[in-house]
């Protein structure tokens, strides 16, 4: 097995949706739509900023697919996108497997050591 067989592909959109979600504000956002779908005006209202700046963390979530929006009249909605955070989890879960078996193999590692007899 070569070092390529612990690598897994991050897809541009698996790079866009990270980018989007280390913002506090639009991770609010995602917390928020988890929950049920919500007009821009209720996902703007906790949020301390002018309407323009709100717009774009949207447009960030929007173009990385996390979110998507509908318009029926003058109202706009929010609705989450399970399929790009299913691969943020799926990328997550992969790294938690590689970590667990690093930390299983320092632990092998460490009571042979300590198994061994002292000379």
Not at 61 to 67: A, K
Request: hydrophobic share 40%; aromatic share 4%.
């Amino acid at each position: 097995m070569g070092a390529d067989s612990n690598m897994r592909e991050i897809t541009p959109q698996l790079n866009a949706c990270f980018a989007a979600l280390s913002d506090p504000t639009r991770r609010a956002v995602i917390e928020h739509l988890v929950r049920s779908p919500a007009t821009v005006s209720a996902l703007a209202a906790p949020h301390d900023m002018a309407l323009p700046t709100f717009m774009r963390h949207l447009s960030v979530l929007e173009s990385c697919g996390l979110v998507r929006s509908e318009k029926t009249g003058r109202v706009r909605t929010c609705h989450i996108e399970a399929s790009p955070l299913l691969e943020v989890q799926g990328w997550l879960e992969w790294q938690r497997m590689l970590w667990e078996q690093q930390l299983d193999q320092i632990d092998q590692l460490a009571l042979s050591l300590d198994t061994e007899p002292k000379k």
